[in-house]
Nanobody, 124 residues
Framework: QVQLVESGGGLVQAGGSLRLDCAAS????????MAWFRQAPGKEREFVAR??????????YYEESVKGRFTISRDNAKNTMYLQMNSLKPADTAVYYC???????????????WGQGTQVTVSS
């Protein structure tokens, strides 16, 4: 069974930083494409970043508004994916979810497994 557990959300002032963690089982980490999504109140769930890898090479892809501010990464030894968020803006306020899929993509309906979400609130 695929289990994804996010942590690390919280309240931060604009310009600050947070790191989100997504802990997964070893099977999940090695078999699936992994991504971060977010959902603000009254809005649809939107893609933030994803990663995939082949051999020792990791590939990353970001939504335009977070490029240069957010970094997605992984630690295979800990079966954990991270989202380092810097220069946070009030517009980044949302519930952040990690997700896993059998195929790479940027649409929420392409992902089969989801964590419970973690709240990120950025104050102005």
């Amino acid at each position: 069974q695929v289990q994804l557990v996010e942590s690390g959300g919280g309240l931060v002032q604009a310009g600050g930083s947070l790191r989100l963690d997504c802990a997964a089982s070893e099977t999940t980490f090695s078999r699936y494409y992994m991504a971060w999504f977010r959902q603000a109140p009254g809005k649809e769930r939107e893609f933030v970043a994803r990663l995939s890898w082949s051999a020792e090479v990791t590939y990353t892809y970001y939504e335009e508004s977070v490029k240069g501010r957010f970094t997605i990464s992984r630690d295979n030894a800990k079966n954990t994916m991270y989202l380092q968020m810097n220069s946070l803006k009030p517009a980044d306020t949302a519930v952040y979810y990690c997700a896993a899929a059998n195929v790479p993509g940027t649409k929420a309906d392409q992902y089969d497994y989801w964590g419970q979400g973690t709240q990120v609130t950025v104050s102005s």
